[in-house]
């Protein structure tokens, strides 16, 4: 028995609470079931989820047993721990905007090493282990020379690209 009001008001939701998230967890079961096969391969499912999603993937031209199986599979994400499946989710919508960042973190270490020189180019060397000395010096110095002619081309894309295929960020 709960020792005080507040106790019992916590415990209790109303109907209406109770169907709004269900109803969320439908919407989430029925995106689930719309991602492609490989994308699912890279979200941490139950077996019974499993189970259920190729189910769905059966019946996914009957449209009302799709919404009962829909309604089923929203009853077992109510009694399944959903932060795993959110996060593996969140990284595969994020993906774009970690390219992009990586992108950028790449061109402004790139115009970094053509403006500051030598001195980038020692701590960029010893941060990155992957880079080679000699090629990096070529390519900063081939850049810095388009960059002065103010005739950007290849060896700035070169160094762009030799700097992409040798850091992991």
């Not at 939701?13 to 998230?21: G, N, P, Q, T, V």
């Not at 960029?124 to 002619?149: D, H, I, P, W």
């Amino acid at each position: 028995m709960p020792e005080s009001a507040d106790e019992f008001d916590e415990e209790l939701k109303s109907k209406s609470e109770i169907k709004r998230e269900m109803h969320k967890l439908q919407d989430f079961a029925a995106r689930l079931v719309k991602l492609s096969k490989h994308q699912r391969s890279k979200i941490p499912f139950t077996d019974e989820l499993k189970e259920d999603l190729i189910l769905a993937d059966k019946i996914n031209n009957k449209h009302e047993a799709l919404r009962r199986h829909i309604r089923h599979m929203a009853k077992v994400l109510s009694e399944t721990d959903l932060e795993p499946i959110n996060q593996a989710l969140d990284v595969m919508a994020n993906k774009h905007q970690q390219e992009s960042a990586k992108h950028i973190k790449i061109e402004s270490l790139r115009d970094e090493l053509i403006d500051q020189g030598s001195e980038k180019i020692e701590a960029t060397l010893s941060e990155y282990q992957g880079l080679e000395r000699q090629k990096l010096r070529q390519l900063v110095r081939m850049a810095s020379k388009e960059k002065a002619n103010e005739k950007i081309g290849k060896h700035y894309r070169d160094l762009f690209n030799y700097l992409k295929e040798s850091i992991n960020l």
